[in-house]
Protein backbone atom coordinates (compact mmCIF):
# COMPACT_ATOMS: atom_id res chain seq x y z
CA UNK A 1 0.00 0.00 0.00
CA UNK A 2 2.06 3.08 -1.23
CA UNK A 3 0.47 5.18 1.65
CA UNK A 4 1.73 3.25 4.51
CA UNK A 5 5.30 3.45 3.11
CA UNK A 6 7.62 5.30 5.22
CA UNK A 7 9.17 8.12 3.02
CA UNK A 8 12.14 10.06 3.34
CA UNK A 9 10.16 13.07 1.83
CA UNK A 10 10.28 16.18 3.98
CA UNK A 11 6.36 16.56 5.67
CA UNK A 12 4.71 19.95 4.06
CA UNK A 13 4.18 22.56 6.80
CA UNK A 14 1.66 25.28 6.14
CA UNK A 15 1.66 28.77 7.56
CA UNK A 16 -1.61 30.25 7.73
CA UNK A 17 -1.72 34.24 8.93
CA UNK A 18 -3.55 37.24 8.61
CA UNK A 19 -1.97 38.83 5.28
CA UNK A 20 1.05 38.75 3.45
CA UNK A 21 3.66 40.50 1.71
CA UNK A 22 4.98 38.41 -1.45
CA UNK A 23 8.53 41.10 -1.57
CA UNK A 24 6.55 42.63 -4.92
CA UNK A 25 2.97 43.58 -4.90
CA UNK A 26 2.22 46.73 -3.38
CA UNK A 27 -1.25 44.73 -2.36
CA UNK A 28 -1.42 42.48 0.76
CA UNK A 29 -2.52 38.57 0.24
CA UNK A 30 -5.17 38.53 2.60
CA UNK A 31 -5.92 35.21 4.53
CA UNK A 32 -2.76 33.52 3.26
CA UNK A 33 -1.99 29.93 3.09
CA UNK A 34 2.29 29.90 2.73
CA UNK A 35 3.25 25.72 2.48
CA UNK A 36 6.75 25.12 2.24
CA UNK A 37 8.33 21.74 1.16
CA UNK A 38 11.75 21.16 2.95
CA UNK A 39 13.18 24.63 2.38
CA UNK A 40 11.44 25.59 -0.94
CA UNK A 41 7.70 27.39 -0.85
CA UNK A 42 5.46 25.35 -3.17
CA UNK A 43 2.46 27.37 -3.10
CA UNK A 44 0.87 30.74 -1.79
CA UNK A 45 -2.80 30.72 -1.67
CA UNK A 46 -5.62 33.00 -0.19
CA UNK A 47 -8.11 31.18 1.69
CA UNK A 48 -7.44 27.72 1.16
CA UNK A 49 -7.35 24.77 3.65
CA UNK A 50 -4.21 23.13 4.21
CA UNK A 51 -2.83 20.12 2.21
CA UNK A 52 -4.51 16.79 3.81
CA UNK A 53 -1.45 15.93 6.03
CA UNK A 54 0.66 19.21 6.09
CA UNK A 55 1.90 20.35 9.85
CA UNK A 56 -0.08 23.90 9.94
CA UNK A 57 1.24 26.93 11.92
CA UNK A 58 -1.24 29.27 12.78
CA UNK A 59 0.12 32.55 13.09
CA UNK A 60 -3.50 34.29 13.75
CA UNK A 61 -3.08 38.33 13.37
CA UNK A 62 0.15 38.05 11.52
CA UNK A 63 1.79 39.21 8.54
CA UNK A 64 3.85 37.14 6.39
CA UNK A 65 6.85 38.46 4.44
CA UNK A 66 10.35 37.32 3.00
CA UNK A 67 13.02 36.96 4.70
CA UNK A 68 14.98 40.19 5.43
CA UNK A 69 18.37 40.57 3.13
CA UNK A 70 21.41 42.75 4.62
CA UNK A 71 23.26 43.52 1.61
CA UNK A 72 26.01 44.95 3.63
CA UNK A 73 27.31 43.33 6.93
CA UNK A 74 30.44 42.43 8.70
CA UNK A 75 30.17 39.17 10.59
CA UNK A 76 33.24 39.60 12.16
CA UNK A 77 32.81 42.51 13.77
CA UNK A 78 31.31 41.96 16.76
CA UNK A 79 28.74 45.20 17.00
CA UNK A 80 30.83 46.34 20.40
CA UNK A 81 32.11 50.17 20.67
CA UNK A 82 35.71 48.80 19.23
CA UNK A 83 35.05 46.38 17.03
CA UNK A 84 38.95 46.54 15.33
CA UNK A 85 39.75 45.79 18.47
CA UNK A 86 37.66 42.78 19.70
CA UNK A 87 38.71 41.25 15.72
CA UNK A 88 42.60 41.65 16.59
CA UNK A 89 42.19 39.86 20.07
CA UNK A 90 40.64 36.74 18.30
CA UNK A 91 42.14 33.89 16.67
CA UNK A 92 40.45 32.67 13.61
CA UNK A 93 38.87 30.05 15.69
CA UNK A 94 37.21 32.58 17.97
CA UNK A 95 36.42 34.49 15.10
CA UNK A 96 34.25 32.22 13.64
CA UNK A 97 32.52 31.32 16.67
CA UNK A 98 31.61 35.51 17.40
CA UNK A 99 30.62 35.21 13.04
CA UNK A 100 28.06 32.26 14.03
CA UNK A 101 26.86 34.51 17.10
CA UNK A 102 26.21 37.30 14.85
CA UNK A 103 24.62 35.17 12.07
CA UNK A 104 21.94 33.85 14.79
CA UNK A 105 21.51 37.13 15.90
CA UNK A 106 20.61 38.23 12.04
CA UNK A 107 18.58 35.40 11.85
CA UNK A 108 16.34 36.19 15.24
CA UNK A 109 15.77 39.61 14.07
CA UNK A 110 14.34 38.88 10.68
CA UNK A 111 17.84 38.37 8.35
CA UNK A 112 17.72 35.50 6.49
CA UNK A 113 20.45 36.47 3.88
CA UNK A 114 23.28 38.77 4.68
CA UNK A 115 26.06 39.75 2.36
CA UNK A 116 29.18 40.05 3.81
CA UNK A 117 31.59 42.62 2.40
CA UNK A 118 34.59 42.30 4.35
CA UNK A 119 35.79 39.47 6.44
CA UNK A 120 39.22 38.50 7.87
CA UNK A 121 40.90 35.49 6.24
CA UNK A 122 37.58 34.54 4.11
CA UNK A 123 36.52 32.84 6.79
CA UNK A 124 32.85 33.37 6.07
CA UNK A 125 32.98 31.82 2.93
CA UNK A 126 33.41 28.49 5.36
CA UNK A 127 30.09 29.21 6.68
CA UNK A 128 27.88 29.22 4.16
CA UNK A 129 25.22 26.41 4.09
CA UNK A 130 25.07 25.99 7.79
CA UNK A 131 21.83 25.34 8.83
CA UNK A 132 21.34 27.47 11.72
CA UNK A 133 22.89 30.51 10.18
CA UNK A 134 21.42 32.82 7.28
CA UNK A 135 22.14 32.28 3.70
CA UNK A 136 25.54 34.23 3.21
CA UNK A 137 26.78 35.80 0.02
CA UNK A 138 30.90 36.39 0.89
CA UNK A 139 33.26 38.78 -0.27
CA UNK A 140 36.20 38.13 1.40
CA UNK A 141 38.78 40.32 2.63
CA UNK A 142 37.76 43.70 0.75
CA UNK A 143 40.99 44.74 -1.42
CA UNK A 144 42.18 47.98 -0.41
CA UNK A 145 45.66 49.82 -0.73
CA UNK A 146 48.57 48.21 1.93
CA UNK A 147 47.70 50.66 4.87
CA UNK A 148 44.17 51.31 3.01
CA UNK A 149 40.79 51.13 4.89
CA UNK A 150 40.50 47.95 6.32
CA UNK A 151 43.82 46.33 5.55
CA UNK A 152 43.61 44.73 8.95
CA UNK A 153 41.27 42.02 7.42
CA UNK A 154 43.85 41.25 5.21
CA UNK A 155 43.14 42.29 1.92
CA UNK A 156 46.46 45.11 1.50
CA UNK A 157 47.21 45.22 -2.55
CA UNK A 158 49.71 47.11 -4.10
CA UNK A 159 48.16 49.93 -6.31
CA UNK A 160 49.35 48.13 -9.75
CA UNK A 161 47.48 46.23 -12.43
CA UNK A 162 49.59 43.32 -11.84
CA UNK A 163 48.69 43.38 -8.04
CA UNK A 164 44.87 44.07 -8.49
CA UNK A 165 44.38 41.70 -11.13
CA UNK A 166 46.12 38.82 -8.95
CA UNK A 167 43.89 39.94 -6.13
CA UNK A 168 40.98 39.58 -7.86
CA UNK A 169 42.14 35.80 -9.04
CA UNK A 170 42.92 35.05 -5.66
CA UNK A 171 39.62 35.81 -4.77
CA UNK A 172 37.92 34.15 -7.76
CA UNK A 173 39.93 30.87 -6.90
CA UNK A 174 39.11 30.66 -2.90
CA UNK A 175 35.14 31.16 -4.11
CA UNK A 176 34.07 34.35 -3.11
CA UNK A 177 30.16 35.81 -4.58
CA UNK A 178 31.56 39.50 -5.23
CA UNK A 179 34.09 41.33 -5.13
CA UNK A 180 34.56 44.72 -2.75
CA UNK A 181 36.79 47.07 -3.32
CA UNK A 182 37.89 50.06 -0.94
CA UNK A 183 37.62 53.33 -3.90
CA UNK A 184 37.82 55.68 -0.89
CA UNK A 185 39.32 55.70 3.04
CA UNK A 186 36.63 55.03 5.90
CA UNK A 187 35.36 55.90 9.53
CA UNK A 188 37.09 52.79 10.97
CA UNK A 189 40.61 53.24 9.66
CA UNK A 190 43.31 55.98 11.28
CA UNK A 191 45.30 57.19 8.41
CA UNK A 192 42.57 56.90 5.76
CA UNK A 193 40.50 59.63 4.86
CA UNK A 194 36.42 59.26 3.44
CA UNK A 195 37.06 61.72 0.94
CA UNK A 196 40.11 60.81 -0.28
CA UNK A 197 40.61 58.03 -3.27
CA UNK A 198 42.41 54.91 -2.91
CA UNK A 199 43.16 54.20 -6.51
CA UNK A 200 42.57 55.65 -9.89
CA UNK A 201 39.60 55.29 -12.27
CA UNK A 202 42.01 53.33 -14.41
CA UNK A 203 43.09 50.71 -11.34
CA UNK A 204 39.46 50.50 -10.62
CA UNK A 205 38.58 49.38 -14.03
CA UNK A 206 41.17 47.00 -13.79
CA UNK A 207 39.69 45.32 -10.90
CA UNK A 208 35.71 45.75 -12.96
CA UNK A 209 37.31 43.69 -15.82
CA UNK A 210 38.96 41.13 -14.34
CA UNK A 211 36.23 40.38 -11.93
CA UNK A 212 33.88 40.49 -14.64
CA UNK A 213 35.78 38.25 -17.01
CA UNK A 214 35.65 35.76 -13.95
CA UNK A 215 32.02 36.15 -13.82
CA UNK A 216 32.23 38.32 -10.36
CA UNK A 217 30.40 41.47 -9.80
CA UNK A 218 32.22 44.46 -7.90
CA UNK A 219 30.94 46.67 -5.18
CA UNK A 220 33.24 49.92 -3.99
CA UNK A 221 33.36 51.29 -0.96
CA UNK A 222 32.50 54.77 -2.13
CA UNK A 223 32.62 57.96 0.34
CA UNK A 224 34.37 60.76 -1.38
CA UNK A 225 32.66 62.64 -4.50
CA UNK A 226 36.17 61.66 -6.03
CA UNK A 227 35.89 58.04 -5.28
CA UNK A 228 31.67 58.12 -6.59
CA UNK A 229 32.91 59.30 -9.85
CA UNK A 230 35.64 57.12 -10.42
CA UNK A 231 33.82 54.12 -9.58
CA UNK A 232 30.99 54.99 -11.97
CA UNK A 233 33.57 55.80 -14.62
CA UNK A 234 35.35 51.80 -13.93
CA UNK A 235 31.83 50.02 -14.71
CA UNK A 236 31.16 49.17 -11.09
CA UNK A 237 28.13 46.69 -10.08
CA UNK A 238 27.27 48.52 -6.54
CA UNK A 239 28.39 51.17 -4.52
CA UNK A 240 28.82 51.42 -0.78
CA UNK A 241 27.73 54.27 1.40
CA UNK A 242 28.00 56.52 -1.58
CA UNK A 243 27.69 59.86 1.42
CA UNK A 244 29.34 62.75 -1.02
CA UNK A 245 31.55 62.53 2.19
CA UNK A 246 34.46 65.88 2.00
CA UNK A 247 37.01 67.47 3.95
CA UNK A 248 34.38 69.37 6.01
CA UNK A 249 31.30 68.11 5.15
CA UNK A 250 29.08 66.67 2.64
CA UNK A 251 29.59 67.76 -1.17
CA UNK A 252 26.34 68.93 -3.23
CA UNK A 253 26.95 65.70 -5.63
CA UNK A 254 25.86 67.87 -8.54
CA UNK A 255 25.61 65.97 -11.90
CA UNK A 256 26.37 62.93 -10.26
CA UNK A 257 22.81 62.02 -8.80
CA UNK A 258 21.45 61.72 -12.84
CA UNK A 259 24.40 59.90 -13.89
CA UNK A 260 24.09 57.15 -10.53
CA UNK A 261 20.41 57.18 -11.65
CA UNK A 262 20.53 55.81 -15.17
CA UNK A 263 23.66 53.54 -14.61
CA UNK A 264 21.19 51.65 -12.88
CA UNK A 265 24.53 50.75 -10.23
CA UNK A 266 22.75 49.60 -7.03
CA UNK A 267 23.50 52.04 -4.27
CA UNK A 268 24.41 50.62 -0.83
CA UNK A 269 22.82 53.01 1.17
CA UNK A 270 24.24 51.90 4.84
CA UNK A 271 21.30 52.75 7.03
CA UNK A 272 19.80 51.95 10.33
CA UNK A 273 20.71 53.11 13.84
CA UNK A 274 19.11 50.99 16.65
CA UNK A 275 17.14 52.46 19.03
CA UNK A 276 19.21 51.81 21.98
CA UNK A 277 20.81 54.40 24.71
CA UNK A 278 24.51 55.12 23.96
CA UNK A 279 24.00 53.43 20.47
CA UNK A 280 24.59 56.96 18.34
CA UNK A 281 26.97 57.11 15.39
CA UNK A 282 30.44 58.78 15.81
CA UNK A 283 30.37 62.47 16.25
CA UNK A 284 31.89 62.54 12.64
CA UNK A 285 29.25 60.75 10.80
CA UNK A 286 26.32 62.46 12.76
CA UNK A 287 27.37 66.29 12.04
CA UNK A 288 27.38 64.71 8.58
CA UNK A 289 23.90 62.83 8.90
CA UNK A 290 21.32 65.31 7.75
CA UNK A 291 23.07 66.25 4.63
CA UNK A 292 23.92 62.65 3.57
CA UNK A 293 20.21 62.00 3.98
CA UNK A 294 19.12 64.72 1.60
CA UNK A 295 21.53 63.63 -0.95
CA UNK A 296 20.17 60.46 -0.44
CA UNK A 297 16.92 61.30 -1.22
CA UNK A 298 18.04 63.11 -4.14
CA UNK A 299 19.40 59.98 -5.49
CA UNK A 300 16.08 58.09 -4.62
CA UNK A 301 13.90 60.76 -6.04
CA UNK A 302 15.71 60.59 -9.11
CA UNK A 303 15.36 57.21 -9.50
CA UNK A 304 18.46 55.76 -8.49
CA UNK A 305 18.71 51.86 -8.06
CA UNK A 306 18.62 52.04 -4.25
CA UNK A 307 19.32 49.13 -1.84
CA UNK A 308 19.02 49.13 1.76
CA UNK A 309 22.31 47.55 3.70
CA UNK A 310 23.07 48.46 7.17
CA UNK A 311 27.00 47.78 7.97
CA UNK A 312 25.94 45.68 10.79
CA UNK A 313 28.96 44.83 13.46
CA UNK A 314 30.59 48.01 13.07
CA UNK A 315 29.54 49.60 16.35
CA UNK A 316 26.94 49.43 18.85
CA UNK A 317 24.65 51.41 16.64
CA UNK A 318 24.25 48.81 14.69
CA UNK A 319 24.28 45.02 15.72
CA UNK A 320 23.26 42.59 13.33
CA UNK A 321 19.73 42.73 13.78
CA UNK A 322 20.02 46.42 12.72
CA UNK A 323 18.18 46.08 9.13
CA UNK A 324 14.65 46.37 10.74
CA UNK A 325 15.57 49.34 12.52
CA UNK A 326 16.97 51.09 9.12
CA UNK A 327 13.47 49.74 7.14
CA UNK A 328 11.93 52.08 9.81
CA UNK A 329 14.00 54.57 9.20
CA UNK A 330 13.76 54.75 5.51
CA UNK A 331 10.75 57.17 6.01
CA UNK A 332 13.66 60.61 6.26
CA UNK A 333 14.26 59.23 2.87
CA UNK A 334 10.87 59.81 1.80
CA UNK A 335 10.43 55.91 0.80
CA UNK A 336 6.63 54.29 1.02
CA UNK A 337 6.99 51.50 3.46
CA UNK A 338 6.06 49.12 0.50
CA UNK A 339 9.04 50.47 -1.28
CA UNK A 340 11.40 50.47 1.52
CA UNK A 341 10.26 46.55 2.08
CA UNK A 342 11.09 45.80 -1.34
CA UNK A 343 14.83 47.25 -1.02
CA UNK A 344 15.13 44.63 1.41
CA UNK A 345 13.80 41.72 -0.28
CA UNK A 346 12.97 41.60 -4.09
CA UNK A 347 15.23 44.68 -4.92
CA UNK A 348 17.78 43.08 -2.22
CA UNK A 349 17.78 39.64 -3.90
CA UNK A 350 18.38 41.17 -7.64
CA UNK A 351 21.08 42.60 -6.37
CA UNK A 352 22.97 39.87 -4.73
CA UNK A 353 22.38 37.09 -7.80
CA UNK A 354 19.73 35.56 -5.65
CA UNK A 355 17.24 37.34 -7.62
CA UNK A 356 15.74 33.52 -8.62
CA UNK A 357 15.55 32.28 -5.11
CA UNK A 358 15.21 34.89 -2.71
CA UNK A 359 13.07 38.24 -1.50
CA UNK A 360 9.73 36.53 -2.68
CA UNK A 361 6.90 34.79 -1.35
CA UNK A 362 6.04 32.44 -4.14
CA UNK A 363 6.45 28.94 -5.35
CA UNK A 364 9.75 28.30 -6.08
CA UNK A 365 11.58 30.16 -3.72
CA UNK A 366 13.41 29.26 -0.59
CA UNK A 367 11.25 29.01 2.37
CA UNK A 368 12.85 32.12 3.96
CA UNK A 369 9.87 33.77 5.76
CA UNK A 370 9.41 36.67 8.49
CA UNK A 371 5.93 36.39 10.76
CA UNK A 372 5.37 39.91 12.36
CA UNK A 373 2.25 41.38 14.37
CA UNK A 374 0.44 43.80 12.90
CA UNK A 375 1.07 44.96 9.26
CA UNK A 376 4.12 46.69 7.92
CA UNK A 377 2.86 48.22 5.01
CA UNK A 378 0.91 50.46 7.43
CA UNK A 379 3.83 51.16 9.86
CA UNK A 380 7.32 48.88 9.50
CA UNK A 381 7.54 49.28 13.25
CA UNK A 382 5.32 45.85 12.99
CA UNK A 383 8.81 44.79 12.56
CA UNK A 384 9.56 45.23 15.79
CA UNK A 385 7.11 42.87 16.50
CA UNK A 386 8.76 39.55 15.30
CA UNK A 387 6.74 36.74 16.18
CA UNK A 388 8.40 34.21 13.89
CA UNK A 389 11.59 33.29 10.99
CA UNK A 390 11.53 30.50 9.23
CA UNK A 391 15.39 29.94 7.22
CA UNK A 392 14.90 27.39 4.44
CA UNK A 393 11.84 25.93 5.82
CA UNK A 394 13.50 25.90 9.30
CA UNK A 395 11.93 27.60 12.47
CA UNK A 396 15.03 29.41 13.83
CA UNK A 397 12.75 32.33 16.47
ZN1 LIG B 1 31.21 47.95 5.45
Known amino acids: MASARVTDRPRLVAIR ?17 LVMDGPAIVSVDSAVAPPPGAEVVDLAGATLLPGLIDTHVHLAFDGSADPVAALAGRDDGAVLAAMSAAGRAALRGGVTTVRDLGDRGYLSLGLRGAGDLPTIVAAGPPITTPAG ?15 LRAAVRERAERGVDVIKV ?12 QETSQFTADLLRVVVDEAHRLGLPVTAHAHGTAAIRMSLDAGV ?7 FWSADGVDDPGDLVDRIAASRVAVGITGGVVPAPGAVPPPAVAMRMPRIIANTRRMYEAGAHLILGTDAGIGLP ?18 APVVALSLAT ?18 GFDADVVAVNGNPLADLAALRRIRAVFARGVQVA
Open 17 to 33: AEALFDGVSSVLVRDPL
Open 149 to 163: HCHFLGGGAEATPQA
Open 182 to 193: MASGGTMTPGTR
Open 237 to 243: DGMEHVS
Open 318 to 335: KPHDVLRFALEQTAMLGI
Open 346 to 363: SRAAAACGLGDVKGRLAR
